[in-house]
């Protein structure tokens, strides 16, 4: 199937610093997601992306649909310890069965308090 | 707010058993997914739905299948369980197909086969 190329596979910060993680495709997307999944839980939905140079932020969460419509990147400001997860980006390509929803392997952060 | 309810967090089944992984969503919505979650593999899709009784295959369906009986319920079979199959299962569904619809994940149930 299509691939998501996530980066980095995972990050050990240290509270308080700011992290950024990115998602690349050969494939362009109309939409772009970002997830968390909490340790024991099922991944959550953080931001939606609908258009090529769309940013949005949630809190201290920036996300941004690449110009090309290819890439995706988060940004988490002031890291705290809640913030440990694995974080997904995922794609959709179109509508009917092409609208389902291509995921990266997800970033593990760790944070040290 | 949409719930998807998985119906056991752990499941511990010996190889060759029948097992069936059970997935209530309680928002009336169409598509109904079937993941598994394996360290540094991310989520890899088994099988979808669209609709009642209709059924797609996803990325790595050998080995599984589903049943989809009643609008809200999506069932996960595995035929003739075997080690191989020890993964974080997790279901997920979506209104319907859309850039506005994203994915509604359950908790998840963490699958060892012995």
């Known amino acids: 199937g299509q691939q998501l190329n996530q980066s980095p596979q995972s990050m050990f910060i240290q509270e308080g610093e700011d992290v950024s993680m990115n998602c690349t495709s050969s494939s362009i997307f109309n939409t772009w997601l970002w997830y968390k999944q909490d340790p024991g839980e099922g991944p959550v939905l953080l931001i939606a992306?609908?258009?090529?140079?769309e940013l949005t932020s949630n809190g201290r969460l920036t996300a941004q649909f690449g110009i090309t419509r290819k890439d995706s990147f988060l940004n988490i400001s002031a890291s705290i310890p809640s913030d440990v997860g694995i974080y997904f980006c995922?794609?959709?390509?179109?509508?009917?069965?092409?609208?389902?929803?291509?995921f990266g392997k997800g970033t593990k952060l760790s944070v040290k308090p | 707010d949409v719930k998807v309810t998985q119906s056991s967090r752990y499941l511990v089944k010996r190889t060759g058993e029948k097992v069936f992984l059970e997935c209530v969503q309680d928002m009336d919505h169409e598509n109904m997914f079937w993941y598994r979650q394996d360290p540094g593999l991310g989520l890899r899709l088994i099988y979808f739905s669209y609709d009642v009784k209709m059924k797609e295959k996803g990325d790595i369906p050998e080995g599984y299948s589903v049943s989809r009986e009643k609008k809200e319920r999506f069932s996960l079979i595995l035929e003739s369980a075997s080690t191989n199959q020890t993964s974080m299962y997790l279901c997920?569904?979506?209104?319907?197909?859309?850039?506005?619809?994203?994915?509604?994940f359950g908790s998840g149930t963490r699958l060892t086969v012995v």
């Open positions: 992306l609908y258009k090529a140079g």
């Open positions: 997920a569904s979506s209104l319907s197909w859309g850039v506005d619809y994203g994915y509604t």
């Open positions: 995922a794609g959709q390509l179109g509508g009917g069965s092409q609208g389902n929803l291509i």
